[in-house]
């Protein structure tokens, strides 16, 4: 098999529209660009030496939407047209997009990462927005085309080989098994929820036969098994990373190599995370891997994940006894264990958000199939998002399924998803990081949103309050942000980055207006707050009404560093915030 066999200019051509017209949209939005109304929907950007103009037509949405047609796009120097180019259109573009010379070149590898992802997913049989609709959960997690809505390089992966993209990308849905590794218990943290021992969890994990088997591998080299403890490491990161970067821990058996699990996964779009294709009752396995992806190593921190099973037990059990999340039937998939390998010298020689030591650690994650009723299916939140080749979209393809009003099932999904936020804000200072692949949609047999289900807890969540009581494992999750901006965690997760999405999607479908897609999300948070009086100062004190709320723009924090977007220690600090949007609810307020 030719591994580039997607690599065609037909394919190449097609995925640099998709991202070049993605590109206007999103420098559009966070006034990056500053297009030049042509007259009829028509607009042009000048390159920064102004000869070169990018022409195209556009809807403009609420929150300063640009709905850009990537037909209508055009380059033109002179009276030369030029074939669209996506490298090119950065580099036409770098000091209005303020690329420094050390950020530009990674950005344009992201860039030729992203594209070439395109054009592998084109190769893909087409299936409809309807069919997908219908697909089991893993068909429609490795249906998805996009990825991230906001972010222009949002497939970079650097590090990742044409052979590992087939291997290891969630779009590829090819089965992977697990690196096993023996740890010594000297150097390893294991952790756990309330009610699970390491040896009981392992083994009805991995089953007996396995950890039967390893024990004899490390047998026959002299070693016993309970001076270790077994933990799982993605292939990549074994292969490329800790066979070499670790060395010296294999060579001196802290580290041993036992081979493969038997159990075969299949990649998340979180690209780290894996769901049990074998056994889907079983944990999803959440891994480190040092690739560079959309602004982050996607490391994942040993020191960190000692306290991740304690935040979700803590979470768990705050939304177990509200009355509130629990009548809106919101519940969280739990990160039950965690385990990570301390190596001292490289924690000797570095800081504690070094990526040097975030190559070894791992977490189970509780699986949401068996909380599944007879008839309900899952799918990621993201797929509302999901456009097919004939531009229908998988959220119309639920509405119609589903045969209720477009805003009766948009209401619907609301009190499921945007309803269990606004209470965790308002009475408990209590965000999420809740975008599209990190929220699980629970549908019923109609496709109607019957329930949400968040995930990614322990790295995610925030308490804004400073006077909440925490248990002590807990207290990482505290974090001192300005009262002015705690409601943008909403304004901007939920409104700018997800719905502002939806709602212009559904517009420009034909499925429901941009007017009743917000009249139905003023409705939803009015519903709330009448339903929940004894809070009502903080709904005055934290308007969802305002007039307008601060425009936070996620590229420029790419584009100004994209090996680490925010500085973890203050992550608050780092925010990009460009003049205000106007708040498409305010005009709803009472």
């Known amino acids: ?41 028509r607009y ?30 055009s380059c033109h120097r002179g009276d030369e047209q030029l074939p669209l180019d996506g490298l090119r259109f950065i580099t036409d573009l770098r000091g209005a997009l303020g690329l420094s010379d050390e950020i530009l070149p990674v950005y344009l590898e992201e860039i030729s990462s992203t594209l070439a992802g395109t054009a592998y997913k084109s190769t893909k049989p087409r299936v409809s927005a309807a069919e997908l ?46 690196i096993w590794l023996a740890a010594r218990r000297d150097r390893t943290t294991f952790t756990a929820g309330a009610g699970i021992e390491y040896e009981a969890f392992i083994r009805a994990e991995l089953g007996d036969k396995a950890v039967d088997g390893f024990a004899a ?56 995370t894996f769901f049990n294709a074998s056994d889907p009752a079983k944990h999803y396995v959440k891994t480190a891997l040092s690739v560079l992806n959309m602004g982050f190593m996607r490391g994942l921190s040993a020191a960190y994940m000692e306290a991740t099973p304690a935040i979700n037990d803590w979470l768990a059990g705050l939304i177990e006894a509200d ?72 959220a119309g393809a639920l509405i119609k399924e589903s045969g209720l009003a477009p805003a009766r099932w948009l209401r619907g999904y609301l009190d499921a998803y945007l309803l269990p936020i606004l209470h965790c804000f308002y009475a408990y200072d209590l965000v999420y990081m809740p975008h599209g692949e990190n929220v699980i949609l629970v549908l019923d047999e109609r496709g109607a949103v ?18 909440a009581v925490l248990p002590p494992a807990v207290e990482r999750i505290r974090a001192e942000v300005p009262e002015d901006m705690k409601l943008l965690s909403i304004f901007t997760d939920v409104f ?74 203050d992550p608050s600090a780092a925010l990009q915030l460009v003049g205000d949007l106007v708040n498409p609810i305010a005009r709803y307020a009472r």
């Open 217 to 272: 591998t490390l047998a026959e080299r002299g070693l016993d098994l309970a001076d270790y403890l077994l933990m799982p490491a993605h292939p990549w990161q074994w292969w490329n990373k800790l066979s070499v970067t670790f060395a010296a821990e294999v060579a001196q058996e802290r580290l041993v190599y036992l081979g493969e699990g038997d159990d075969a996964y299949l990649a998340q779009q979180s690209i780290r």
């Open 133 to 178: 609709a219908r697909a089991d959960f893993q068909a429609v997690e490795t249906g998805m085309t996009e990825g991230h809505p906001c972010f222009v390089a949002n497939n970079g992966r650097l590090g990742f080989g044409v052979d590992e993209y087939r291997a290891y990308a969630p779009e590829a849905a090819s089965p992977i098994h697990l």
């Open 1 to 41: 098999m030719n591994p580039v066999a997607h690599l065609t200019p037909a394919r190449w051509a097609d995925a640099n529209r998709a991202l070049i017209r993605k590109g206007l949209a999103e420098f559009a939005h966070e006034r990056l660009l500053d297009p030049q109304e042509l007259g009829e929907s």
């Open 450 to 467: 019957a329930r949400a289900i968040f995930k990614d807890i322990a790295e995610e969540i925030c308490v804004m309050d400073p006077n």
């Open 496 to 569: 700018d980055c997800f719905f502002r999405f939806l709602a212009a999607g559904l517009a420009a479908e034909g499925v429901l207006d941009e007017d009743d897609f917000w009249r139905t999300v003023a409705e939803c948070v009015r519903g709330y707050q009448e339903s929940n009086p004894e809070l009502a100062d903080r709904f005055a004190q934290y308007d969802m009404f305002a007039e307008t709320f601060a425009l936070s723009a996620l590229n420029r924090l790419q584009l100004r560093n994209n090996k680490q977007m925010v500085d973890l220690a």
């Open 323 to 394: 009355s509130v999340l629990k009548a809106a039937r919101f519940s969280i998939i739990r990160e039950r264990a965690a385990i990570g390998y301390r190596h001292l010298e490289y924690e000797a020689a570095t800081d504690r958000y070094s990526p040097y030591r975030k190559m070894l650690a791992a977490l189970w994650r509780e699986s949401p199939v068996p909380t599944l009723a007879a008839g309900e299916r899952l799918a990621t939140m993201a797929s509302l998002l999901h456009v097919d080749h004939e531009g229908a979209s998988f």
């Open 44 to 73: 042009r950007v000048l390159s920064d030496d102004g000869a070169t103009e990018y022409r195209f037509t556009a809807d403009r949405f609420a929150l300063d939407h640009w709905q850009v047609y990537p037909d209508s796009i």
